[in-house]
Protein backbone atom coordinates (compact mmCIF):
# COMPACT_ATOMS: atom_id res chain seq x y z
CA UNK A 1 0.00 0.00 0.00
CA UNK A 2 1.82 3.42 -1.39
CA UNK A 3 1.94 5.98 1.04
CA UNK A 4 1.80 9.76 0.58
CA UNK A 5 3.84 10.50 -2.46
CA UNK A 6 5.09 14.07 -3.63
CA UNK A 7 6.77 14.90 -6.82
CA UNK A 8 8.83 16.07 -7.31
CA UNK A 9 11.51 15.76 -4.94
CA UNK A 10 13.86 18.94 -5.39
CA UNK A 11 13.14 22.20 -7.63
CA UNK A 12 14.95 25.18 -8.40
CA UNK A 13 13.22 28.01 -9.17
CA UNK A 14 13.84 32.23 -9.99
CA UNK A 15 12.46 35.01 -8.06
CA UNK A 16 9.11 35.74 -9.90
CA UNK A 17 8.86 32.39 -11.71
CA UNK A 18 5.21 30.30 -10.87
CA UNK A 19 5.81 26.63 -9.64
CA UNK A 20 3.10 24.01 -9.19
CA UNK A 21 3.81 21.25 -6.43
CA UNK A 22 1.93 17.51 -6.61
CA UNK A 23 0.74 15.32 -4.26
CA UNK A 24 -0.87 11.94 -4.19
CA UNK A 25 -2.55 10.64 -0.81
CA UNK A 26 -3.10 7.59 1.04
CA UNK A 27 -4.99 4.79 -0.45
CA UNK A 28 -8.27 5.06 0.99
CA UNK A 29 -8.20 9.03 2.07
CA UNK A 30 -9.97 12.22 0.74
CA UNK A 31 -8.08 14.96 2.42
CA UNK A 32 -5.18 17.29 1.58
CA UNK A 33 -3.22 19.35 3.71
CA UNK A 34 -0.43 21.28 2.61
CA UNK A 35 2.60 22.72 4.89
CA UNK A 36 5.74 24.89 4.58
CA UNK A 37 8.24 23.69 6.89
CA UNK A 38 11.38 26.31 6.84
CA UNK A 39 14.32 25.16 7.81
CA UNK A 40 14.80 24.61 12.06
CA UNK A 41 11.49 25.21 11.96
CA UNK A 42 8.33 23.59 13.08
CA UNK A 43 5.65 22.82 9.75
CA UNK A 44 3.35 25.82 9.14
CA UNK A 45 -0.34 24.70 8.21
CA UNK A 46 -1.02 26.49 4.23
CA UNK A 47 -4.58 24.82 3.40
CA UNK A 48 -6.36 21.64 3.50
CA UNK A 49 -8.84 20.67 0.54
CA UNK A 50 -11.61 17.78 0.71
CA UNK A 51 -14.13 17.23 -2.03
CA UNK A 52 -12.39 19.51 -4.70
CA UNK A 53 -13.08 22.33 -2.29
CA UNK A 54 -10.53 24.50 -0.21
CA UNK A 55 -11.60 23.88 3.36
CA UNK A 56 -9.45 25.90 5.84
CA UNK A 57 -6.67 28.13 5.14
CA UNK A 58 -3.34 29.17 7.63
CA UNK A 59 -1.56 32.40 7.03
CA UNK A 60 -0.26 32.71 3.77
CA UNK A 61 -0.93 35.26 0.60
CA UNK A 62 -3.01 34.56 -1.89
CA UNK A 63 0.04 33.63 -4.26
CA UNK A 64 -0.90 29.97 -2.82
CA UNK A 65 -3.11 28.61 -4.16
CA UNK A 66 -4.43 24.78 -4.67
CA UNK A 67 -6.70 22.29 -6.36
CA UNK A 68 -8.07 19.19 -5.41
CA UNK A 69 -8.89 16.70 -8.12
CA UNK A 70 -11.38 13.48 -8.31
CA UNK A 71 -9.18 10.91 -7.60
CA UNK A 72 -8.25 12.97 -4.18
CA UNK A 73 -4.62 14.14 -5.94
CA UNK A 74 -3.75 18.10 -4.90
CA UNK A 75 -1.84 20.42 -6.62
CA UNK A 76 0.22 23.34 -4.84
CA UNK A 77 0.85 26.47 -6.65
CA UNK A 78 2.65 29.34 -5.74
CA UNK A 79 3.04 32.58 -8.21
CA UNK A 80 5.23 35.49 -8.25
CA UNK A 81 8.27 33.41 -6.02
CA UNK A 82 10.13 35.28 -3.34
CA UNK A 83 13.28 34.27 -1.88
CA UNK A 84 11.54 33.70 1.64
CA UNK A 85 9.29 31.03 -0.03
CA UNK A 86 12.07 28.55 0.01
CA UNK A 87 11.12 25.36 2.33
CA UNK A 88 10.18 22.28 2.02
CA UNK A 89 6.54 22.01 1.46
CA UNK A 90 4.70 18.87 3.07
CA UNK A 91 1.20 17.53 1.99
CA UNK A 92 -0.47 15.24 4.87
CA UNK A 93 -3.49 12.77 3.86
CA UNK A 94 -6.19 11.85 6.17
CA UNK A 95 -9.79 10.34 6.20
CA UNK A 96 -12.00 13.43 6.69
CA UNK A 97 -13.99 13.08 9.59
CA UNK A 98 -12.79 9.56 10.89
CA UNK A 99 -12.71 9.08 14.38
CA UNK A 100 -8.54 8.55 13.78
CA UNK A 101 -6.92 12.00 13.58
CA UNK A 102 -3.70 10.46 12.43
CA UNK A 103 -2.30 12.36 9.54
CA UNK A 104 0.23 10.92 6.97
CA UNK A 105 2.83 13.04 5.59
CA UNK A 106 4.65 12.85 2.70
CA UNK A 107 9.13 13.34 2.05
CA UNK A 108 8.04 16.69 0.61
CA UNK A 109 9.20 18.46 -2.03
CA UNK A 110 12.25 21.16 -1.04
CA UNK A 111 11.77 24.71 -3.30
CA UNK A 112 15.01 26.79 -3.53
CA UNK A 113 14.14 30.06 -5.22
CA UNK A 114 17.20 31.69 -5.95
CA UNK B 1 -4.00 29.02 17.11
CA UNK B 2 -2.72 28.20 20.44
CA UNK B 3 0.96 28.12 20.63
CA UNK B 4 3.32 24.86 22.29
CA UNK B 5 6.80 25.50 23.49
CA UNK B 6 9.58 22.67 23.65
CA UNK B 7 12.61 22.62 24.99
CA UNK B 8 15.36 22.69 22.02
CA UNK B 9 16.86 19.58 22.63
CA UNK B 10 17.04 16.67 25.32
CA UNK B 11 19.34 13.67 25.53
CA UNK B 12 18.98 10.30 26.79
CA UNK B 13 20.91 6.93 26.57
CA UNK B 14 19.69 3.83 24.51
CA UNK B 15 17.24 1.67 26.73
CA UNK B 16 16.76 4.60 29.11
CA UNK B 17 12.73 5.83 28.82
CA UNK B 18 12.69 9.65 28.02
CA UNK B 19 10.01 11.88 29.00
CA UNK B 20 9.47 14.77 26.37
CA UNK B 21 7.49 17.81 28.40
CA UNK B 22 5.02 20.33 26.07
CA UNK B 23 3.24 23.42 27.07
CA UNK B 24 0.42 24.43 25.82
CA UNK B 25 -1.12 26.51 28.46
CA UNK B 26 -3.55 28.60 25.70
CA UNK B 27 -5.22 25.13 24.37
CA UNK B 28 -8.69 25.21 23.78
CA UNK B 29 -11.35 22.63 24.87
CA UNK B 30 -11.90 21.11 21.57
CA UNK B 31 -8.18 21.15 21.02
CA UNK B 32 -6.44 17.40 20.74
CA UNK B 33 -3.09 17.00 21.73
CA UNK B 34 -0.73 15.15 19.50
CA UNK B 35 2.62 13.63 18.91
CA UNK B 36 4.73 13.87 15.42
CA UNK B 37 8.25 13.29 14.91
CA UNK B 38 10.45 13.74 12.36
CA UNK B 39 13.76 12.08 10.67
CA UNK B 40 16.00 13.89 8.75
CA UNK B 41 14.83 13.95 5.00
CA UNK B 42 11.67 12.52 5.62
CA UNK B 43 8.04 14.03 6.63
CA UNK B 44 6.56 13.99 10.63
CA UNK B 45 5.59 10.39 11.69
CA UNK B 46 2.65 10.10 13.46
CA UNK B 47 3.10 9.12 17.13
CA UNK B 48 -0.04 9.67 19.26
CA UNK B 49 -3.10 11.85 20.49
CA UNK B 50 -5.51 12.42 23.08
CA UNK B 51 -7.86 14.91 24.29
CA UNK B 52 -8.03 14.50 28.18
CA UNK B 53 -6.88 11.11 29.44
CA UNK B 54 -4.07 9.47 29.02
CA UNK B 55 -3.27 7.31 26.09
CA UNK B 56 -0.63 3.84 25.51
CA UNK B 57 -0.18 2.45 21.88
CA UNK B 58 2.57 0.24 20.80
CA UNK B 59 4.82 3.67 20.29
CA UNK B 60 4.53 5.60 23.55
CA UNK B 61 2.52 7.07 26.20
CA UNK B 62 1.11 10.55 26.15
CA UNK B 63 0.53 11.65 29.95
CA UNK B 64 -1.84 15.24 29.39
CA UNK B 65 -2.22 17.29 32.73
CA UNK B 66 -5.91 17.62 34.45
CA UNK B 67 -5.79 21.52 33.38
CA UNK B 68 -4.48 20.41 29.83
CA UNK B 69 -1.80 22.80 29.44
CA UNK B 70 0.44 20.15 29.12
CA UNK B 71 1.67 17.21 28.63
CA UNK B 72 4.27 14.61 28.67
CA UNK B 73 5.70 12.09 25.65
CA UNK B 74 7.22 8.85 27.38
CA UNK B 75 9.59 6.88 25.03
CA UNK B 76 9.18 3.36 27.55
CA UNK B 77 12.93 2.50 26.59
CA UNK B 78 14.47 4.59 23.82
CA UNK B 79 16.36 3.13 20.64
CA UNK B 80 18.75 4.25 18.54
CA UNK B 81 15.96 4.55 15.68
CA UNK B 82 14.45 7.19 18.22
CA UNK B 83 16.26 9.98 17.64
CA UNK B 84 14.37 12.66 15.54
CA UNK B 85 12.69 16.12 16.52
CA UNK B 86 9.59 15.52 17.95
CA UNK B 87 6.68 18.00 17.96
CA UNK B 88 3.50 18.34 19.66
CA UNK B 89 0.95 20.15 17.59
CA UNK B 90 -2.72 20.88 18.56
CA UNK B 91 -5.03 19.42 16.28
CA UNK B 92 -8.76 21.09 16.21
CA UNK B 93 -11.64 18.96 16.40
CA UNK B 94 -15.01 19.41 14.58
CA UNK B 95 -15.04 21.52 11.18
CA UNK B 96 -11.05 22.75 11.81
CA UNK B 97 -10.03 18.81 11.67
CA UNK B 98 -6.92 18.09 10.41
CA UNK B 99 -5.06 21.86 10.64
CA UNK B 100 -2.06 20.99 12.93
CA UNK B 101 -0.33 23.50 14.65
CA UNK B 102 3.31 23.43 15.00
CA UNK B 103 5.89 24.70 17.35
CA UNK B 104 9.54 24.47 17.46
CA UNK B 105 10.22 21.01 18.33
CA UNK B 106 12.44 19.03 20.64
CA UNK B 107 15.71 17.47 18.98
CA UNK B 108 16.31 14.28 20.82
CA UNK B 109 19.72 12.46 20.38
CA UNK B 110 20.09 9.09 21.75
CA UNK B 111 23.72 7.79 23.18
CA UNK B 112 24.31 3.85 22.52
Known amino acids: DAGVTQSPTHLIKTRGQQVTLRCSPK?????VSWYQQALGQGPQFIFQ???????QRGNFPDRFSGHQFPNYSSELNVNALLLGDSALYLC?????????????FGPGTRLTVT | DAKTTQPNSMESNEEEPVHLPCNHS???????IHWYRQLPSQGPEYVIHGLTSNVNNRMASLAIAEDRKSSTLILHRATLRDAAVYYC?????????????FGQGTILTVHP
Open chain 2, 89 to 101: PLGAGGTSYGKLT
Open chain 1, 49 to 55: YYEEEER
Open chain 1, 92 to 104: ASSFYGGIDYEQY
Open chain 1, 27 to 31: SGHDT
Open chain 2, 26 to 32: TISGTDY
